[in-house]
C-alpha cells in the first residue's frame, strides 16, 4: 500500500499536465481561427464601464506611440479619442504587438482594435472591420550606401519583418527564396536594421518612409510592393452593434474632414513634402 501511494500521486500529476496542455491548446487555436473566447461587451455595457478599450501600437511612431510624458500620440490615437468622445467615455488604451492584434479582440481584453490594422482576407476570418481611414501598401527601407531597389536584390539577402504584419505574410507566400529575420516588435525590428543584423526592412510603405526620413542614412529603395490595401478599425467577429457606430462615425467624420486634420496634426510633422495626404488618407470610408 505504501508503494501504490506515490504512484497514485505521480498518475494523478500526470494527468492533471496532459489536461491544462490540452485547455492550452484548444485557447491557442480559438485565437488562430477567430472562435470568441470571451464575449464581446455592448455599448451599454461599455458606456456602464465609462471607458472604451483600444488596442494601438505603442512604438508606431507616427501612427501609434508613447511619448517622453507616457501618454498615446500619433494618426491611430486621434481616431480613437474621437470615438471615446462620441461614445460618451474615456478611453483606455492597450499596448499590442502586430501578432496580437486579432488575439486581443477574440478574447475581449479589447473593444476596438486600432493598431494601423490591414484589411486582408485572411484577418476577417478572424475580426469583422470597419470602413477604412488609410490607404497603405508594402515598402523596403535600406542603408543608402547599400539601398535595395528591387526584389530580385534581396535574394540570398536577409529581409527583416515584424511577426503577423502583411509583410510577412507577402514574402512568404511571393517570395519564399528571401531569408526573413522576425521580429515581435517593430522597435526591435528597426533596431536590427540599424546593427546591421539584416539587409533591409519591409512593413507598411507609411511606416519606412516616415522612419526613413528621422534616420538619415537609410532611404525607401521600394516605395510600392504588392496591391495596395486599406488601414480599418477592428471589432470581435459578430460584434454587429459596435461595428455600426463606428462606421456611422467615420461617416460623420468624413463631412468634417476630420482625417485630413489628423493627418495635418500627426502625419505631416513627420512626411513633410515626401507625402500627399491624399495619398494616404481615406475620408468617410471611401477609397477613391
Not at 472562435?35 to 464601464?49: G, L, M, N, P, V
Not at 490591414?118 to 501598401?137: C, G, H, I, N, W
Not at 527564396?177 to 510603405?205: C, H, I, M, P, W
Not at 480599418?232 to 459596435?242: I, R
Amino acid at each position: 500500500m505504501k508503494l501504490l501511494k506515490p504512484f497514485l500521486t505521480v498518475l494523478a500529476l500526470a494527468f492533471a499536465l496532459i489536461f491544462v496542455t490540452a485547455c492550452s491548446s484548444g485557447g491557442s487555436s480559438n485565437a488562430s481561427s477567430g472562435k470568441t473566447t470571451a464575449k464581446a461587451r455592448t455599448i451599454e455595457e461599455i458606456k456602464k464601464s465609462g471607458e472604451l478599450r483600444i488596442a494601438v501600437f505603442g512604438d508606431k511612431k507616427p501612427f501609434g506611440y508613447v511619448d517622453n510624458d507616457g501618454s498615446y500620440q500619433g494618426y491611430d490615437i486621434e481616431l480613437g479619442n474621437q470615438l471615446a468622445q462620441d461614445l460618451g467615455v474615456k478611453v483606455k488604451y492597450v499596448s499590442v504587438d502586430a501578432a496580437n492584434r486579432a488575439e486581443y479582440l477574440i478574447s475581449n481584453k479589447v473593444d476596438i482594435t486600432l493598431a494601423n490594422f490591414t484589411v486582408t482576407d485572411e484577418r476577417k476570418k478572424q475580426v469583422d472591420f470597419a470602413l477604412p481611414y488609410m490607404k497603405v501598401s508594402l515598402g523596403v527601407v535600406s542603408p543608402k550606401d547599400k539601398v535595395i531597389k528591387d526584389v530580385k536584390e534581396l535574394e540570398g539577402k536577409t529581409l527583416i519583418v515584424t511577426k503577423g504584419t502583411t509583410a510577412e505574410t507577402y514574402f512568404e507566400k511571393n517570395h519564399p527564396e528571401v531569408k526573413l529575420q522576425k521580429y515581435d516588435q517593430y522597435s526591435d525590428a528597426y533596431q536590427a536594421l540599424l546593427d546591421g543584423r539584416g539587409d533591409a526592412f519591409s512593413t507598411d510603405n507609411t511606416e519606412v518612409l516616415a522612419w526613413a526620413l528621422e534616420n538619415k542614412g537609410y532611404e525607401v529603395g521600394i516605395t510600392s510592393l504588392g496591391d495596395p490595401d486599406t488601414i480599418a478599425p477592428a471589432v470581435q467577429k459578430g460584434n454587429q452593434e459596435l461595428l455600426d457606430f463606428i462606421n456611422k462615425d467615420i461617416e460623420k467624420l468624413g463631412k468634417e474632414n476630420f482625417f485630413h486634420k489628423a493627418y495635418e496634426k500627426t502625419l505631416h510633422p513627420t512626411y513633410g513634402d515626401a507625402a500627399k495626404a491624399d495619398d494616404l488618407v481615406v475620408e468617410g470610408g471611401k477609397v477613391d
